[in-house]
């Protein structure tokens, strides 16, 4: 199989993340016989300095003549002062609403050798395995009006959280379809006692699970979400919810999983390419350290195997040589409390790269999420 892969390493972390992914890629193009080729372009703070904008038009463009895209994390503190529209994380917002990346998925998936990694208690994480479907291209993120206003003669600044029906209906929709080749439960998270942006978003997944006897769906409050997902993880399958809950609820999830640097997330297109990311940011304060943890980008990329160029096999077989580096011990510093025995994004690399076998065996440490 021949595909094209854009690549965003971005900034911070996100080059050394992006390196190891691709180099997993390439070891799996070799073993399958399949011929990836890559194609970089700059977005986030990197474009800021060298193109004066976040997402240049070229990059734009390289990533809609490819398969798939791959992207490491955008941001950094030389930024943050930056005007709104100067900013790297405007870059991750452009691309998700130029290339319609209207659905997140973000599956939290316990490793059991990595239980002790985590700060809550074995029987509390066991076994949890839940996908949190998040949509990405509206919201507070991008409702208008949005900015700064007079209010009673003095400065007030205002975000505006609008959807409309048919943006709840497709990503409901999606949720629900992921529900049926998994446990058939979905869970609509939303604000529905306070927001009417929530009222009609559950009008609509009432709506939506007509057309899905099988599956079944309860409404949650965000934050009794917030408190159950802690309380008892393994209660969830398919959550589903507004573009600023899943954020916020997906970082909240990773500690499930021992750190934010395990969770993979793709977000998928209406039409073009898909986009796979880790969901952890740029982590300036470790960043060409060598220490970040890779696992979330290269899970990423299994991810862009499966959904984007339908290698199963390919896919699992990643999973499980992550599965089998971490069995056999092997910790990055965010993972481990010993940090003596830490090993180096590159070592961790290359252990996951030994770890890849041809046997294609089945591995169950992920459920289907599509
Ligand atoms: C994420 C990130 C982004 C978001 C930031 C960097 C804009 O936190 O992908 O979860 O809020 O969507
Ligand atoms: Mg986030």
């Not at 700059?42 to 390289?62: N, S, Y």
């Amino acid at each position: 199989m021949k595909k094209r892969i854009a690549v965003l390493r971005g900034d911070g972390v996100g080059k050394e993340v992006t390196k190891g992914a691709i180099e997993v890629l390439k070891a799996i193009a070799e073993q399958y016989n399949h011929e990836f080729t890559f194609q970089h372009a700059l977005i986030g703070g990197v474009a800021i300095d060298t193109e004066g904008t976040p997402l240049p038009a070229e990059t734009l463009e390289v990533c809609k003549q490819s398969d798939a895209v791959l992207l490491g994390a955008v941001g950094g503190p030389k930024w943050d002062k930056n005007p709104p529209h100067l900013r790297p994380e405007k870059g991750l917002l452009q691309i998700r609403k130029a290339l319609n990346l209207y659905a997140n998925v973000r599956p939290v998936t316990c490793f059991n050798s990595l239980l002790d990694a985590s700060p809550l208690k074995h029987e509390v994480i066991e076994n949890a395995d839940f996908v949190i479907v998040r949509e990405l291209t509206g919201g507070l993120y991008f409702g208008k009006p949005s900015g700064r206003t007079i209010e009673d003669g003095e400065e007030a600044a205002v975000d505006t959280l609008s959807y409309k029906r048919s943006e709840m209906k497709r990503i409901i929709e999606k949720a629900f379809d992921m529900a049926m080749s998994r446990k058939k439960k979905v869970t609509s998270v939303d604000k529905a006692n306070v927001l009417e942006s929530s009222r009609m978003w559950r009008e609509v997944a009432e709506e939506v699970a007509v057309d899905y006897p099988d599956v079944s769906l309860e409404h949650m409050l965000v934050d009794n979400a917030a408190m159950q997902l802690i309380r008892n993880p393994r209660q969830f399958d398919v959550i589903v919810t507004e573009n600023m809950f899943g954020d916020i609820l997906s970082d909240e999830a990773s500690m499930l999983t021992g750190s934010l640097g395990m969770l993979p997330s793709a977000s998928l297109s209406t039409d073009g390419p898909s986009l796979f990311e880790p969901i952890h940011g740029s982590a300036p304060d470790i960043a060409g350290k060598d220490i970040a943890n890779p696992i979330a980008t290269i899970l990423s990329a299994a991810m862009l195997l499966r959904l984007s160029f339908g290698l199963e096999e390919e896919a699992r077989a990643v999973e499980k040589a992550v599965d089998e580096v971490l069995a056999a011990g092997h910790r990055t510093a965010d993972i481990t409390d010993s940090l003596q025995r830490a090993i180096s994004t590159t070592e961790m690399v290359g252990k996951i790269k030994e770890a890849l076998v041809e046997d294609g065996a089945i591995s169950n440490i992920m459920s289907a999420y599509a």
